[in-house]
Nanobody, 121 residues
Framework: EVQLVESGGGLVQAGGSLRLSCAAS????????IGWFRQAPGKERERVSC???????YYADSVKGRFTISGDNAENILYLQMNSLSPEDTAVYYC???????????????WGKGTLVTVSP
């Protein structure tokens, strides 16, 4: 059974940092792309970042230069280091297993339940 369990969310002041973790099980990390999405109140879920199965990293324009995605293949853990946070980053952050497509990250195959990040002004 595929499981994705996020942790590390919380309340932080603007300008602060958080590191999210996603513990993955039930599949082989390197066989899939894996990434982070977020959903702010009243908005649609959006892609934040992903790592393709060959290690390429992709970021939404809104987080480039502030967020860093990384993975520990030995432990099957995905991380998202978030720096210079702003209230606009407030959202539930979801880990996702994604399909493999040439050059990038494919459709979402599995979701975690999410972890809430709240950034105060």
């Amino acid at each position: 059974e595929v499981q994705l369990v996020e942790s590390g969310g919380g309340l932080v002041q603007a300008g602060g940092s958080l590191r999210l973790s996603c513990a993955a099980s039930g599949f082989t990390f390197n066989d899939y792309a894996i990434g982070w999405f977020r959903q702010a109140p009243g908005k649609e879920r959006e892609r934040v970042s992903c790592i393709s199965n060959d290690g390429r990293r992709y970021y939404a324009d809104s987080v480039k230069g502030r967020f860093t995605i990384s993975g520990d293949n030995a432990e099957n853990i995905l991380y998202l280091q978030m720096n210079s946070l702003s209230p606009e980053d407030t959202a539930v952050y979801y880990c996702a297993r994604q399909g493999v497509v040439t050059g990038g990250c494919g459709d979402v195959l599995s979701w975690g339940k999410g972890t809430l990040v709240t950034v105060s002004p």
